[in-house]
């Protein structure tokens, strides 16, 4: 176990350098988020009316999910990307733990998404988004977008060692936008018809925008939504669980069995 | 080292049988290599032999399909930890991360590597400095050249002093300084006791590094000798130029008579050529005699065989190359 965390904390450094080379994608990310509170939350908010709350702030919590689900394409791009490189073989062939590559990439994500919802937040405090649920619901609703992204940057990673093509990785990466868009991040599921709203509640980021909703807001949901969304919180853990269980093992087979 | 008695030969690399396929590609089909512990190891064929595909199977890299080797006294199935433990591997398969600075590579393989505290950092200096890369440590290593590149591959395999060290065409496209920087270290390491394998494409390569040679075909091991041996076996390669068509067949007859080999004839460019085994034949012997038998010869030549013509020579075949042209 102390080695998984040795390996992986050093692999983690070598993320961490490497977007200190090329700072350029980190700031797309930090900044697309924002840009597109700024273009829903005025463009299509304008259009759009949320019973009881004002469109912005409904949501900031629905992009703050979304950009947690994002790790699936980071994650994807980035496995991808690192599978053609020469400096895999390396590390086979060191006496390095097999896992400590997925983990330090995921690692690697966690700790620059963290950093990177910070910038939305603010903003969306300066477009009308409140946190009226005290500092330590706040807390608790920014532990479960990480975790949640954690567990989307695995199953990224697991895809990206699958594809093993970049630009195959990419394509798929820019077609997970739609995720977000059969979820409540950005309307409430409520008015869907019945199978298309049953979908939407069961997507993972349904409940995540829900459970950042109630910490944050005090929104509660739908009394007839579907569990993950009607126990937001919970189905959070769970579904961020449940991707680490599948995941984990698959992503960290499939990187030291790769290529033999 | 080939003299040593038999019971007290250690080898550092054996393997028995090792098959492995990919598809439809046969890479190795029985190849059998027995490398002493302390000797250097070249490993010459052409693409496709299956040069790459039997220092992955060594590494760790990709499991055999049947046969086993083992590679300083571990099991490379069995227990793929151990030998990670006591190898160090550079050339095609393992590389450095383009993204990170040569230092950064070297720092963080020191720390994989679990070279603790102030030792790995400063392990990584010496070693940017012996392979000059001292000015370029801290750009980002996809702008080195091609030969920097190499050099800091190398630099990576030599943090820890490695039991068996693998090079997988370390010198392929380099120029004549990083290659004479590569040979020498790969001298240095031999020296001192390392026990190296390395693929090359090159006869000269393996002839100035190599304590044995192993020619491979078809993923198997076609000849194994001494740089010695192999060269005696093979002989130089004998060419004239003659000035008109005509004096072909008489220079065939002679070369045929000194040689004692099948000429091969080139009417295009006037050319006879033909294998001279006997080392003491020479040049201007070669010349006096075609001159005596009146052939008007306009140029000459005695050289090593290519690695084409030892192919041919040895294997009875052409290279998948020619076979391809």
Redesign the interface.
């Known amino acids: 176990m102390s080695t998984i965390v040795y390996d992986g904390t050093a692999m983690l450094g070598r993320h961490l350098q490497r977007v200190k080379h090329a700072p350029g994608v980190l700031i797309l990310m930090q900044t697309m988020p924002v840009t597109m509170l700024l273009f829903f939350g005025y463009v299509f908010g304008s259009a759009l009316a949320v019973p009881g709350q004002e469109y912005r702030a409904f949501l900031v919590p629905g992009l703050l999910a979304a950009t947690a689900a994002n790790g699936i394409m980071s994650g994807m791009f980035q496995a991808a990307q690192d599978s053609h490189r020469g400096v895999m073989d390396r590390f086979r062939t060191m006496p390095v733990s097999r896992a400590a590559v997925p983990l330090g990439q995921t690692a690697a994500d966690l700790l620059i998404t963290a950093a990177g919802m910070v910038p939305l937040a603010l903003v969306g405090l300066a477009v009308g988004w409140r946190v009226e649920g005290g500092a330590l619901a706040a807390l608790g609703a920014f532990g479960l977008l990480v975790l949640f992204r954690f567990a989307t940057a695995w199953v990224g990673c697991y895809l990206g060692l699958l594809i093993h093509n970049e630009e195959a990785a990419g394509q798929l990466g820019s077609a997970t936008f739609i995720l977000p868009l059969i979820s409540s991040a950005y309307i409430p599921t409520d008015n869907l018809p019945g199978w298309l709203r049953t979908v939407a509640e069961w997507n993972p980021i349904s409940a995540v925008a829900t459970a950042v909703r109630g910490l944050c807001q005090n929104a509660s949901p739908a009394a007839d939504a579907a569990w993950p969304v009607a126990h937001p919180v919970a189905g959070t853990i769970a579904w961020s669980l449940v991707l680490l269980a599948v995941f984990v093992p698959l992503a960290v087979r499939k990187y030291a069995n790769s290529g033999r | 080292m080939r003299y040593r008695e038999h019971m007290t030969t250690t080898y550092a690399v054996l393997s028995d049988g090792l098959e492995k396929r990919f598809g439809d590609v046969h890479a190795l089909r029985g190849l059998d290599l027995a490398v002493a512990e302390g000797t250097v190891c070249g490993i010459l064929g052409p693409n496709g032999a299956g040069k790459t595909t039997a220092v ?1 199977v060594l ?5 055999p399909d049947s046969g086993t080797a083992t590679v300083a006294g571990h099991d490379v199935r069995d227990a793929p ?1 151990a030998v ?2 006591a ?1 160090g ?1 550079t050339g095609q ?9 040569g230092r ?2 070297l720092r ?2 020191a ?3 679990r070279i603790r505290g102030a030792a790995g950092p400063t392990r990584a200096d010496e070693l940017l400095e012996r392979f000059e890369l001292t000015d370029a440590a801290d750009r ?1 290593a996809r702008t080195y050249s091609g030969g920097m590149r190499r050099r800091l591959d190398l630099a ?1 395999s030599l943090l820890t002093r490695p039991e068996v060290l693998f090079l997988d065409e370390p010198t392929t496209g380099l120029d004549p300084h990083s290659r004479n920087q590569i040979w020498n270290a790969v001298r240095d390491l031999a020296d001192r006791g390392t026990t190296v394998l390395l693929t090359t494409q090159y006869l000269e390569e393996a002839d100035r590094l190599a304590d044995d040679i192993v020619l491979i075909d078809q993923g198997r091991a076609a000849v194994t000798g001494t740089p010695a041996e192999l060269k005696a076996r093979i002989g130089s390669y004998a060419e004239v130029v003659v000035a008109d068509g005509s004096a072909m067949l008489p220079a065939a007859a002679v070369l045929d008579q000194l040689t004692g080999a099948e000429p091969v004839l080139d009417h295009e460019r006037r050319t006879v050529g033909a294998v001279a085994a006997d080392p003491s034949l020479t040049l201007p012997r070669i010349v006096r005699e075609l001159d005596a038998a009146g052939v008007p010869v306009v140029d000459a030549s005695l050289r090593p065989p290519t690695l084409d013509e030892v192919f041919l020579r040895l294997t009875g075949r052409n290279t998948p190359e020619e076979r391809a042209a």
């Open positions: 992955r590494t760790t890299l990709t499991t930890g990670r433990r190898i591997v398969s393992a590389s450095v991360d383009g993204e990170l600075s950064e590579n963080l393989f720390r994989l590597l980002p990576a």
